[in-house]
Structure formats: C-alpha cells, structure tokens
C-alpha cells in the first residue's frame, strides 16, 4: 500500500478518520494525501461576500478558498503528526460532488486506498460521510474505510464476513493487507429472511423453517470451512464459524460480542447475498455497527 487519500469536509468529526490515516501512512511508510471537496454550488455572488474587500474578483476568491481549506488539512495532519516523524503528505482541494470528485482524485493520484470519516451511528444518515462513502464504492473500484473510531493503534482484530464469492475473498485479501499483523476472523451468515418469508407464520410450518434453517446453515458452514482450507492466509485466521439470520444484524452483533476493530465486506456476493451486500447489507453494518468498516469492490 503505497497511496493512502483521506477525505475531509474540514469538520471535528473528521478527525478519527485523520488520525488512522496517518497510523496507516506511517504504518506501510506511504505517502499521504488529504482532499477537500467544495461544493459546485458556490455561486459567484456567495465567493464574493465570502472574500469581500480581498479584491482579484471571484477568481481569486475561489483561490484563496482552496488555499485556506488546504491550510485547515495541513495544520490538522501537523497537529496529529507531533513530534513524531511524519509520512509524507500534500493536500488538494476539487470543485465538484462530494463522491465523484474524491473518486476523481484517486484515480488521478493513483490512491491505493481511501480513508473516510464517520460520526457514530449517524453515518447512514450524514450527507457527506454516509451517501459519501456508500457512492465512493460505486464510482471508484478501489477500498474504502470509514473510520467511526480514534484509533489508539493499527488494527488488531478484524471480522471478514465472506459468502465464497470472488469479491469476498478479495475483501479478505484487502483486509490482510491493511494490517499484517492482526488476526483474522471469518464469518458466514445464512440469510433466513427469504425463508422466513416463505414459511410465514402458518400453522404447523415451525418444523418446516426448523428444518430448511439447520440446513442452510450447515450448508453455510460447509461452504465455509471448504474456503478457509484453501486460503493462503489460513494461517493468520484465529476463528471462524456460520451464523444464520439476517446478515446485518448478524455481522454487527458478532463485531460486538468477539472484540473486533474492523470489519470487512465485499462490494456484492453470489448466492445468498447477490446483488444486495452493498445496497443494504453493508449500509446497515455502517450503521449499526461501532466499529470501522473496510468496503472493497472488484475481485482478484
């Protein structure tokens, strides 16, 4: 990892995500760089007012706009930095979209990933670092990490939830190249919602859904322990196991009880998750979870 873009729209809640920026940065002795997006809907008028009596005209207020946001992003990263040594960084400012134009940077700088900030369980919510970071995985086909924790050092734990799909496997491979030295957990979930639907609550199909349940989880867990076998980083998984229920609720409940610091989720999985794994499941595992969520897109 030799690129590492960190997002910023310049308020508090950004520094999570700026400080584990620079842990990684320092971490993998990559280079660092900040971005800040100005809105295109800045009208002429309103730059004017902003920078009255700077003289330049709208031109050179827009100019001095990026200079002092650009200023904002160097002091925050200097701050953070201390007295220790600092990785190497820069910080740039684009007109535009929130998601396109940080998408547009990193394809443009060639960033190997792109850190996030989050504010809690109001991630899904927020403008900026909720539709952000959900249509950042959209529009660029790198990872993206939304931090919703000051880190207090790299990453230790970290929860994969993998289907044995392509994309999921790269999650994992994406995850163990994030934090070489923290220990890997597995997790599949059986997703009972379609069943449940099924079956209803009519009388007498208890031992039906019963039934079709303990299959599809132990189709899940077979599923499982088929692909960890052949992982190359088998050595580094310290558990893994097959849970069934809805599979939001199911991640976010075993990153509680297990201790984790991340979790990783591929973009889309075959079978049981196809099509929905980014569109709800990875929205609401942002959402309910505490902990910091790695989303990748593409496969190996």
């Not at 009596?53 to 930095?81: V, Y």
């Not at 600092?86 to 940077?105: H, L, N, T």
């Not at 790299?154 to 799909?165: E, K, Q």
């Not at 929905?276 to 990875?282: F, I, N």
Request: glycine share 10%.
């Amino acid at each position: 990892m030799d690129k590492i873009l960190y997002a910023t729209d310049l308020s508090e809640r950004t520094e999570a995500a700026a400080r584990r920026s620079v842990e990684l940065a320092r971490a993998h002795g990559a280079s660092l760089r900040a971005v800040h997006v100005i809105e295109a809907d800045l009208e002429e008028e309103t730059l004017r007012l902003l920078f009255r009596g700077q003289g330049g005209g709208a031109q050179e207020a827009t100019r001095e706009l990026e200079r002092a946001s650009e200023a904002r992003m160097t002091e925050q990263l200097s701050t953070i930095a201390g007295g220790q040594p600092a990785p190497q960084w820069s910080a740039a400012c684009r007109w535009g979209r929130g998601a396109a134009e940080i998408a547009a940077e990193a394809r443009d700088w060639g960033a190997d990933l792109v850190v996030i900030g989050a504010h809690g369980r109001r991630v899904v919510r927020d403008l900026f670092l909720g539709a952000t970071a959900e249509r950042l995985v959209h529009e660029r086909s790198g990872p993206v990490l939304v931090v919703k924790r000051p880190p207090a050092d790299g990453y230790r734990r970290i929860l994969v939830a993998v289907d044995g799909s392509p994309r999921s496997r790269h999650a994992l491979e994406v995850a163990a190249a994030l934090a070489p030295q923290a220990e890997l957990q597995l997790l599949g979930v059986h997703d009972t919602t379609p069943l449940e639907r099924i079956y209803g609550a009519g009388e007498g199909v208890a031992e039906e859904l019963q039934a079709a349940l303990q299959s599809g989880r132990q189709q899940t867990a077979g599923e499982l322990e088929r692909l960890v076998a052949d992982l190359p980083e088998r050595e580094r998984i310290s558990h893994f196991e097959a849970r069934s229920g809805d599979p939001a609720t199911v991640i976010s409940q075993y990153a509680e009880q297990a201790g984790v610091d991340l979790i990783a989720l591929g973009s889309r999985g075959l079978s049981r998750w196809q099509g929905a794994l980014l569109g709800s499941v990875a929205r609401r595992v942002a959402h309910q979870s505490e902990q910091d969520v790695l989303l990748t897109s593409g496969e190996v």
